[in-house]
């Protein structure tokens, strides 16, 4: 049996439970100041003050003081091994969950970021062949192997910012080879890479020039011919859509959301991201787990996903490289919603899987406070993702997926702006990120 005992961490900061956390519950966190965890296979056993854990495990206090003078001792007590880190001026969170990105793709789109900066609209560049499309051809043509290697340091850079869960999205390929590939490539690194990986189907992301005015045959095709197949093989967990003017319509939406419920998918929903067109009150009609973006979302539709329990994941990277006004982060949690925060990650309108920024913007410009944000990023992400069960929060029985923070205070998230503050990344019980050797250079 694998052991592992953080202790003396100045504060352990997670909210509890196995749901969503909505309104004024997403600011109730926790914290445990002089925290420790006992974590055992994996999983979490115990949770409290370092005093109560030492006493637990048996230590005496000439042990305890013992242990205090090092940062790490591998040791036994009770006759079976124990790894004990000592996080000493540290912070200890739940391991960051990213609940809405599209890391698995081919290609880059420099050229239209750049374009963006001159003043041209995330619109108009999808209308003269550039945004989702541009994307479509490098994905087709590239390898399962390829993907995989890129799949794999798109992972590697997110584990380093603490992310431990992560959902990914197809919708770059819009055929059948290219949608299953995308979906057996994140399969395959949720097999090869300690990140674990939550897949969902979004054939329908844009429009192919050759259906433009035949949308809803389009989803037929998806329905029809790709689903199905996806089903079978067991690779996508959820369906979402990209509802959006020029994109898919709220009819169009509707009808393949319906569909692939009965199907048995999950849903989310891209929605209101640049028009109002009352994608979150579909969300909320059709029961969505999810609805993402939500930058227009009407005040309606906001009191809709709260009565109903729809999570609203925000992306507000996304909002940041687009210039755009940022969702009503606090309209929502005040109307009792469930926020999740997500990076967006993708080759287009937001290539960045940064999380210190998502906090910074998170805080600073969407008025919601640390706890709320931590919350957005823990076990609200965790719920977005059908995962609240199991991962999202430091308590007993739960999985082992925590952060070893470099400063002693939630309080220092926001304050030192914008940058990564993980020292140490636990999966499952296992450190699979130190940067404790940076203090030999």
Known sequence: MNRLYIRRASELASCSGRTQKRGKEMADIGLIHDGAVLVEDGRITAVGETGQLDRMLGLSEEESHALDRKETEETAWGGRPLSVINAFRKTLLPGFVDSHTHFIF??????????????????SIMERGGGINATIEPTRTASEEELITAGMDRLNRMAEFGVTTVEGKSGYGMDFDTELKQLRVMGELDRRHPVDIVSTFLGPHSVLPEYKGKEREFLDRMLQDVMPAVRRENLAEFADIFCEKGVFSLEDSEYYLTRAKDMGFKLKIHADE?????????????????????????DAGIRQMAERGVISTLLPATAFCLKEEYAPARKMIDSGCAVALASDLNPGSCFTNSIPLLIALGCIYMDMSIEEVITALTINGAA???RAETIGSIEAGKQADLLIMKYPSITYLPYHTAINQVETVIKKGRIILSKNWLKNL
């Not at 290609?107 to 041209?120: N, P, T, V």
């Not at 787990?289 to 979302?297: F, G, I, Q």
């Open 106 to 123: 081919g290609g880059y789109r420099a050229d239209e970021f750049s374009w963006r900066l001159k003043g041209d609209s995330y619109m």
């Open 274 to 298: 640049m028009y109002p067109l009352g994608g979150a009150e579909l969300a909320a009609r059709v029961g969505a787990v999810s609805a993402d973006h939500l930058l227009k979302a009407s």
């Open 384 to 386: 977005a993702l059908g």
